[in-house]
C-alpha cells in the first residue's frame, strides 16, 4: 500500500539489465561513453528535434536548476505556479544556480496558470526600470504539481506569451512521460513544437535509477549548459550508468508503457478512492496522482493499517472531527499493483 | 511643485555645513575617522543602547541588503510585506546579497503585515524539511511604503512572533524618522525594545546627500557586517564625509526635526488634496507620503501644469475616461514649502 | 592498456550485485532508507567516530564543495595545493559554492605542501584587515594529485598549523582507501585523530558506480550540509542505490582490498615503464598513479597501439624531438590486470 | 607628514564648490540629473569615444568589480597582477560580484605583467575542457599598485594578446590620472586606443570627495551594468552630487592638475628619501607614489615623529635591527605640500 510517491519504488528491470550490461570493461568517462551518443540520437528522434542537445544529470531539482540558471540572468524573474516543485521543494535550488533570481509565483487552478495569470504577473513586473528585476524566464511543470496536465493548446498559449514577452520557456518535466500518455500528443508537440526552450525529460520518477535528460532544443546554449553542470558537481565521471539507464528507458517506448501503467493504475485507484463515503477530488485526476479529500476517520484506519501516502499540503494533520475530511495525495508509478489497490480499498472501507 | 519622492531634494543646510567644516586637512580612512567615533556615541545614546555598533553606507539598499545578508542563511526565507522596497524595488539586491535567499511576501492592509498574517506565512514554511527553505528573517519597513506608520504595539507584536519563531527582525527605517515624529515614541522603542535586531536607520530621504546608518542592537554580528560591507564595495575610503554628515543630522535633534517638517507639509498637502472633487485617501496619511485617488482629470491638469508626483503603483497611467481615478503617490520632504502645496492646490483645483 | 583514470573502470562486482539486491519493492526516499542507517554505523564503526554525520553524494566535486562551503565563509581563503583538484579540475565548484571565495595556492614537492609553505601562505593573508579575504579552510588531498600520500605524521604536523590559526580542515579523499593501504595507518589516524574535521571519502573512483561519502567527524554542521545538499541538487530521490554501493564497499573490507589491487598493480607497473629506456618518475609513486617522464617516441608507440593514458599536465605535447621525454600519468585501478601492464610493457619496449 | 594613502586627503576646493552650488532645489534621482548629461559628453569628449557609456559610483572596488562582473561568466578567470588591489585589498568583490570566478594571479616585476607571463598564465588555463574554468578577462591596473605605471605601448601589447585569445579588458584606474600625467599620453591612447573595453576612472583618491567613472567603450553593456549596479546598492538616489564631483573634476583639465600636483610632489619626496643614507627605491617612482627600502633606525625616528605612512607589504614590521631596511609606501596626493615633505626630510635625517 505504497502511494507516497514515485520515487520510492524501484529500478524498472529493462532499467536494471541494462546497468548491468553496461558494466563490462572499461568506458571513457564525463559523458563521452558511447551509449551516450546512442542516447542523444534517440531524444532527437523521439522529439523530432535533430539540432537538440542533450545532457544527463542525475535528478530533477539539478535538471530544474541548471536549465533555468542557464536561460535566466542573476537579476532575472523567473515565472512559476505558485505550487510549483521548483518554487516550494528545493529548497531555493534555481535561486542559488541562478546567482540569485527571484521566483515570481502565478496563479491558477489545479495547479495551471492560465494566460490571464502569467500576463498579470509579468505586467506587474516593470521592464526597463533599473529597480525592478527583469524578466527572466517562464517555467511550466507538466504534468503539473496537482496532478493535471496542460494540453497542447494550454502550452501553446502560455508559450506564445512568454514568446511575445521575449521570455524564454523551461518544461519542469519530470512527469513529462505521464503527460505524454495523458495528453497522447508527440513529445515534440509537447514541447519545442509548442514553444519551450529547454526540458527536464524526467527518468527517475518513471522508472529509472536515478537520471534525468535535459533536452536544449535551442543548442546555442549547450557550452554554458555544461559548465554549469561541471561547476555544479553534476558531470558524472562513470557517465555510462546515466547513460545506460536512459538507454534502456527510451528503446522500445519503455518510457511510454511505464507510465501508461502508472496512469492507468491512478484512474483505478481514483474510481476507488471516490467509492469511500465522503470521498472528493481536490483536482481533476488526469495522470498518475489523486488528490483527494477523505473524512479523517478513513485516513487514521488506513495509515493505521500501514498505507503510505501523505497528507496534503504539508500542513494538513490528522488532528480535528472524525468525519471532517483531509486533503491527501497518493501516487501511483510504473511499480503500482492492482493488490496494492485493492488492500488500500478494503482499510480504507473498513470491511474484513 | 515637486512631489515625486523625497531623494529629489536636496541636502539641508546644516548638513552641507558640515560636510565644508569636515573638508580640512588630512583624516583617516575606511571608517576610522573620529567624526565616526562621535557618530557612534551619538547613535548609541539617542538609541539607548550602549553595547550597539554603528555602521555607515550610502544608501537604503545598501543597508537593507548587507543587514538582512547578515542575518540570513543563504537557504533563508526573507518574510517581507508584499509591497516592500525589498521585494519590489531593489532589483533583487537581499537575494544577490544573501546568496540567493528567497523573499516570502506577507500581506496585510494599508502596507503593513499582521500577526496573523505573518503566522500564516511562517506556518506555511515547512521546517526541519529539507526540500523547503528554512525561516531565515523578518524584515519590517516602517514608515512603511504606503506611508503608514506601525505603532509600537504593533512593533512588538511582530517581533514576538518572529521571536517566537527563532527568527531575527531587519527593520528598514529609510524613513524611520518620520515614524518616530508621528509615533512620539522614542527611538529604542521603535527598535530594539520592540524586538528589532538591525536597523537600517536612514538618512538620505530626509535630509542627508547619501548616508544611512546600520544599527546592529547585538554586536556579535559587526565583523562579519564589516566584511560583507567592504566586499560589497560599500566601505567608503574617505569615510569622514559620511561621517560629517550623519554628526550634523543627529545633531541637537536635527533628523527629528527635518522628519516633522516632511511629516507637518504632508498632513496639510493632504487636507489640499482631499478637498479636490472625486479625491479619496488610499490609505490612511500617517507620515509624509499621501496616497490618493483623484480623477485622471486632475492629474491631466496638474502634470501639464508641471507638478511632479507619481501615478501609483507603477501600472497605473492616465489612459481612461476623465472622470475616473487613478491613484497616485504624493511625498513631502523636509524642503517642501507651503508654495509647494499652495501651486499644486491652484493647478489642481483648476481655477485660476 | 587502459591507464587513462580510474574512473574509466566499471563497478565491482560486490557493489553491482548489491544494487541488484536492493532493487526489491519500495523504499524511503531522500536518505530515509534503512541501509543508510547501516552505512552510517559501519563508518562510525570504521572510523571510531561514533558521533559523525555520515551523508552521501555523487561524486568527487560535490563532496569537496559542499564540505568546503559547510566550513569556509562566503569571504575566506581556501588554502589548498596549487595542483589540487579543487583548485584545477572543478571549473571553480568551490568558489561558487561558497559564494565567492578565493583559492589561496600553497607550494610544495611532489604535490604536497609543508608547514613552511602552508604557513607562508597563511602569513600572507593579514586578518583582521577587511580589506583581505579572511582564512576560511585548509583543504588537503590524499592519496595527493601527484600520486604521493601524506603520512600521518605530515597530516598531524599541517593540521596543527591550521588549528594554531583556527582553521578547521577539509580532506579530499577521493582516494582516500589508496593512501589508507599505502601508509598502513588506520582510518582514524589518517583523518579525525590527525586533526581532519570533515572528509571526502571516495568510492566512486575506487570501485563504486557513482557515490562518495562526506564523513563531518563534528556533527555541528551536518544541518547545514543537508540543506547545501539539497539546494545544491544532490540529494537522491532513490537513495538507496546510493546507501546499497556504499555498503558493500564498506562490507568485509572490500574497499581497501580493492585499493590494494590498485596500488599493487601500480607498483608492478612502476618496475615496468622504469625498464623503458630513458624513462624517470616525476613523483615517489606511493599508491595507484605514476607520473612519469618517457621518450616521445616510446609515447608515440605505445599510443599508436591503444594504449590509454594522459600527458600530463594537460599543455604537454607529443610535439618535438623523438627522445626528448615527454611526462604522463598512468593510473591503475581495482580492475587493472597483469595482462594489462604486460600489453603495456611490451608496446613500450618496442619488440614483438 | 600623511604619507598614508592619497584617500586620506580632502576634497579639492573646485569640487567641493561645484557641491555647494549644485545644492539647489529639486533634482531628478538615481543618474537622470542633468549635470550627468553633461558629465557623460565630457568623458566622451575627453576619450574622444562619442558612444562610450558612462556610470557613476562611489568608490573604485564598486568600479573594478562591476565592471569585472559585466564582463566575465561566473566560470570565468580573471587575470590580474598578484599584486593587484582587485586580488588583495577588495576581500574577495570580484569574485563576489562574479559569482564565484576565480583570481589568475600573473607575475611580473615593478608590478606589471608582461607578455611573457601574461601568455604563460593564459597558456595554463585549458580552454574548451569543463573540468577547468575559463579565460574570463584580463585586469590591468594603471598607474600600478607599485606606483609603476605601464606604457601605451605595453598597454597595446597585452591587449593584444588579450584580444588574440577573445578576452575583454578592463583598466583598474583608480590612479588613471597619474598614468596620463605620467606619460604624457592622451586619455585615448591610454584606455581604448590601446585595447581597453572598460575603465574604472578614478577620482576619489585625486581631489574627489568619493565618486569613480566607469566607461564602457562598448556600450553593449550599459545596461546590464545598470542592473548590476542597482543589484549591488550602488546607484545612489541623490546622484546630483556624484555628478556634480565629476563635473568639476574634469572641467578645465582640474583632473590632470591635481594629478601633476601629487606625481610632482612624489618626485620631490623620491629625491628626499634618496638621500636618506641607506635608503633605496624597491620600484622605479612613475606617478605618485615611492616605495622604498630604509633603515628601521629612520623608521622609527620618522614614526615617533608622527610621520605617517604604511611599511609595506603589511608584513613588514619594525622588529629587527636597526640597520637593516625595512620596506615602505610613501603616497602623495594632489595635497601634499613642500612643507610636509621638509618635514619628513628632516625627521628622517634625524638632524634638528
Redesign the interface.
Known amino acids: 500500500m505504497?502511494f507516497a510517491?514515485d520515487?520510492?519504488?524501484?529500478?524498472a528491470p529493462e532499467i536494471?539489465a541494462a546497468?548491468?550490461a553496461v558494466?563490462?570493461?572499461?568506458?571513457?568517462?564525463?559523458g563521452t561513453d558511447p551509449v551516450m551518443d546512442r542516447v542523444r540520437d534517440m531524444i532527437r528522434e523521439i522529439f523530432e528535434a535533430p539540432g537538440a542537445e542533450v545532457f544527463l544529470?542525475?535528478?530533477?531539482?539539478?535538471a530544474n536548476?541548471?536549465s533555468i540558471a542557464a536561460y535566466c540572468?542573476?537579476?532575472g524573474g523567473i515565472y512559476c505556479h505558485e505550487t510549483a516543485h521548483v518554487q516550494?521543494?528545493?529548497?531555493?535550488?534555481p535561486?542559488?544556480?541562478?546567482?540569485?533570481?527571484?521566483?515570481i509565483p502565478v496563479r491558477g487552478a489545479n495547479g495551471k496558470m492560465t494566460p490571464e495569470t502569467l500576463k498579470t504577473a509579468l505586467?506587474?513586473t516593470?521592464q526597463g526600470?533599473?529597480?525592478?528585476?527583469?524578466r527572466g524566464v517562464l517555467t511550466l511543470t507538466n504534468t503539473t504539481e496537482a496532478g493535471t496536465v496542460y494540453s497542447v493548446a494550454e502550452l501553446v498559449a502560455l508559450c506564445a506569451i512568454a514568446k511575445s514577452y521575449d521570455l524564454p520557456v523551461h518544461l519542469d518535466g519530470a512527469r513529462f512521460a505521464n503527460a505524454v500518455v495523458s495528453t497522447n500528443a508527440s513529445p515534440a508537440e509537447m514541447s519545442w513544437k509548442a514553444g519551450v526552450d529547454v526540458l527536464s525529460f524526467g527518468g527517475?520518477?518513471n522508472g529509472c535509477?536515478?537520471v534525468e535528460a535535459v533536452v536544449l532544443f535551442d543548442p546555442a546554449k549547450a557550452w554554458?549548459f555544461?559548465?554549469?553542470?561541471?561547476?555544479?558537481?553534476?558531470?558524472?565521471?562513470?557517465h555510462r550508468?546515466l547513460s545506460a539507464q536512459m538507454e534502456a528507458y527510451l528503446k522500445d517506448g519503455l518510457w511510454l508503457r511505464l507510465a501508461r501503467v502508472a496512469n492507468e493504475k491512478a484512474a483505478a485507484l481514483e474510481a476507488t478512492l471516490l467509492s469511500v463515503p465522503g470521498a472528493s477530488l481536490m483536482f481533476p485526476r488526469e495522470a498518475n496522482m489523486i488528490f483527494a479529500n477523505m473524512p479523517r476517520s478513513t485516513h487514521r484506519r488506513a495509515m493505521a493499517a500501514g498505507a503510505?501516502y501523505y497528507l496534503w499540503p504539508?500542513?494538513v494533520t490528522l488532528d480535528g472531527p472524525e468525519d471532517e475530511p483531509a486533503s491527501a495525495r497518493f501516487v501511483c508509478s510504473w511499480?503500482t499493483t492492482d493488490a496494492d489497490i485493492d488492500a488500500l480499498a478494503k482499510v480504507m472501507r473498513g470491511r474484513d
Chains 1, 2, 3, 4 share one sequence.
Open positions: 505504497e510517491s520515487n520510492t519504488s524501484g529500478t536494471m546497468l548491468n558494466n563490462v570493461g572499461y568506458a571513457p568517462s564525463y544529470v542525475n535528478n530533477g531539482t539539478t536548476a541548471l540572468q542573476p537579476w516550494v521543494d528545493e529548497c531555493g535550488a535561486e542559488f544556480f541562478v546567482g540569485g533570481g527571484k521566483m505586467d506587474a516593470p526600470d533599473v529597480h525592478s528585476v527583469q527517475t520518477k535509477m536515478g554554458e555544461q559548465l554549469r553542470r561541471k561547476r555544479g558537481g553534476h558531470l558524472f565521471s562513470k550508468y503510505h504539508h500542513w511499480s
